[in-house]
């Protein structure tokens, strides 16, 4: 608990200033996501993931903005992964979805995740570094994300598992001004078997920029499917 410990004053500090933020503007958004995933242990320690975002400026409607990723993972133990991600970002206007894209973003990136777990508490940390081509101009940006999953209705998460999710990312830059973006996100979900969960909660996403600060609030519902092989000794995953 003590790798965490140091770090939770200033993920409160960020959620309290995301969320008193000017707002983007006064509607809910919507987050959806499915995501595809084949774990890796110490048995299996090749791995990977596909993940679809896609949100929307009002619940359900004015889709401006999809994102399409995936990358190859390496458990170099029971609670180490290493990874490699490329993906996708287009962002659309929500008042002309007809016109060409304001953003366009090719991404590549490396992670480190760790596990932990105490009692009920599955606890993970993860570590980024990106490069991003945004419009063709280049741009670097490092990220720290602490994501706390808790099992309800069972000590251990296992099939027919109400539980809940919380995590907050934090994202810097090494340019004026170097915090760039803290994202927020709490959920309850339901654990059906070994490879599907679905979720559903509350996304809150707050934007800081040399010339503007925004924030944008979004309902939000995750899919999330596992594919199990083999013996494999099983060990957490957020």
Known sequence: ????????????????????????????????LVN??????????WGGYAELQKRSNVFVKQFFYYE???????????KTALLLGTGR?????YRDLSLPPIT???RL????????????????????????WVNSAYRNRFGYRLSVLIPVTHRQMAPNTLYINVNDEMSFNNKVPHFERN??????????????????????????TSTNTAAKGSMALAVIYRITRGAHKPHPHI
């Open 1 to 32: 608990m003590v790798l965490y410990g140091g770090r939770h004053a200033l993920i409160l500090l960020l959620i309290t200033l995301s969320l008193t933020a000017r707002a983007q503007n006064n509607k809910t958004g919507f987050l959806g």
């Open 104 to 106: 366009s973003e090719f």
């Open 68 to 78: 399409l990723h995936g990358g190859l993972s390496y458990n170099t133990s029971n």
């Open 183 to 208: 994202r927020f996100l709490a959920t309850a979900g339901y654990q059906f078997n070994k490879s599907t969960r679905v979720q559903t909660g509350w996304s809150h996403q707050y934007i800081h």
């Open 109 to 132: 990136w490396e992670q480190v995740t760790i596990n932990e777990t105490w009692r009920r508490f599955n606890l993970e940390s993860r570590f980024r570094v990106e490069q991003r």
């Open 89 to 93: 970002y287009i962002t659309d206007d």
């Open 36 to 45: 595809v995933l084949i774990p890796g242990d110490t048995i299996h320690r």
